[in-house]
Nanobody
Framework: QVQLVESGGGLVQAGGSLRLSCAAS????????MGWFRQAPGKERKFVAR????????YYVDSVKGRFTISRDNAKNTVYLQMNSLKPEDTAVYYC????????????WGQGTQVTVSS
């Protein structure tokens, strides 16, 4: 069982930056693909970014490419999402998730952290 706890959300002006953290329990954190998702008010939860377990390769949704960076520190059991040049449309609850078998199905989810970008 893996437990995920996000932190780092908040209110920021457009153009600003935030860094989200996701702390994971369990020694096998380094074997999981980790992802970030977001859910805007009244909308479905959508994929944002992921980082693979084996080679730390990353993948981003087009809308955040060049602005967001996902990274992981296996020694600290933590995955990060550095968000720069934030836009009002980035406003959402952000969730981290763990994909145990790296098959695209995320098995564990955090409780989410609110990010609000004011114009």
């Amino acid at each position: 069982q893996v437990q995920l706890v996000e932190s780092g959300g908040g209110l920021v002006q457009a153009g600003g930056s935030l860094r989200l953290s996701c702390a994971a329990s369990g020694r096998i954190f380094g074997t999981y693909r980790m992802g970030w998702f977001r859910q805007a008010p009244g909308k479905e939860r959508k994929f944002v970014a992921r980082i693979n377990r084996s080679d730390d390769s990353t993948y981003y949704v087009d809308s955040v490419k060049g602005r967001f960076t996902i990274s992981r520190d296996n020694a600290k059991n933590t995955v990060y999402l550095q968000m720069n040049s934030l836009k009002p449309e980035d406003t959402a609850v952000y969730y981290c998730a763990a994909d145990k078998f790296q098959d695209g199905t995320y098995d564990y989810w955090g409780q989410g952290t609110q990010v609000t970008v004011s114009s």
